[in-house]
Antibody
Framework: QVQLVESGGGVAQPGRSLRLSCAAS????????MHWVRQAPGKGLEWVSC????????FYADSVKGRFTISIDDSKNMLYLQLNSLRPDDTAMYHC??????????WGQGTVVLVSS | QAGLTQPPSVSKGLRQTATLTCTGN????????GAWLQQHQGHPPKLLSY???NRPSGISERFSASRSGNTVSLTISGLQPEDEADYYC???????????FGGGTKLTVL
């Protein structure tokens, strides 16, 4: 069964850090580009970052560049997002997404990040 | 990062046809084309089409995408109550080296 399961969300104070994880099953990372996409409460979708299966190609949205770091462990089928210097506008549901032959083919249910003092 | 432009809302009657639009530029939808996603309240999005009119397996033929210049469109024929959802377009922007999304269109089926 193809599944992406995110974890690691929670409440963090502004300026603090969180690490999100995404466990993939039923797929081989080498066939996918893996993304993080977020959605603030009541708002639209915002692409955050993506990486190739071997981590050789990584891209970031301007809004998170220099603060967030994406990483991937192909051997464990795990995707990560390190969130540093968190801001209130980082509050959102964060989805792990797999891009196979199409665009955003596979979606996890998401993990919620709330940045608040 | 500049996003893609979608109308905030569209309303159509049951069994009618709705056409949703998404406008960008030559660096995004005008280049490699766009993708369309459907999101029902409380659920993650679902991919409907990619690179203009490729449908993932399991997606109804009632959903059809096209491109004209820097605008991509999603046509939904024979509207059903379950088509009421938010629809997002997305594309890779080669000048930004980033994916961009439209703000989303809320489709209401009357």
């Amino acid at each position: 069964q193809v599944q992406l399961v995110e974890s690691g969300g929670g409440v963090a104070q502004p300026g603090r850090s969180l690490r999100l994880s995404c466990a993939a099953s039923g797929i081989r990372f080498r066939n996918y580009i893996m993304h993080w996409v977020r959605q603030a409460p009541g708002k639209g979708l915002e692409w955050v970052s993506c990486t190739s299966h071997d981590g050789s190609g990584k891209f970031y949205a301007d809004s998170v560049k220099g603060r967030f770091t994406i990483s991937i462990d192909d051997s464990k089928n795990m995707l990560y997002l390190q969130l540093n210097s968190l801001r209130p506008d980082d509050t959102a549901m964060y989805h792990c997404v797999g891009e196979g032959g199409g665009a955003f083919d596979l979606w996890g249910q998401g993990t919620v990040v709330l940045v608040s003092s | 990062q500049a996003g893609l432009t979608q109308p905030p809302s569209v309303s159509k009657g049951l069994r009618q046809t709705a056409t949703l639009t998404c406008t960008g530029n030559s660096n995004n939808v005008g280049g490699l084309g766009g993708a369309w996603l459907q999101q029902h309240q409380g659920h993650p999005p679902k991919l409907l089409s990619y690179r203009n009119n490729n449908r993932p397996s399991g997606i109804s033929e009632r959903f059809s995408a096209s491109r004209s210049g820097n605008t991509v469109s999603l046509t939904i024929s024979g509207l059903q109550p379950e088509d009421e959802a938010d629809y997002y377009c997305s594309a890779w922007d080669s000048s930004l080296n980033a994916w961009v999304f439209g703000g989303g269109t809320k489709l209401t089926v009357l």
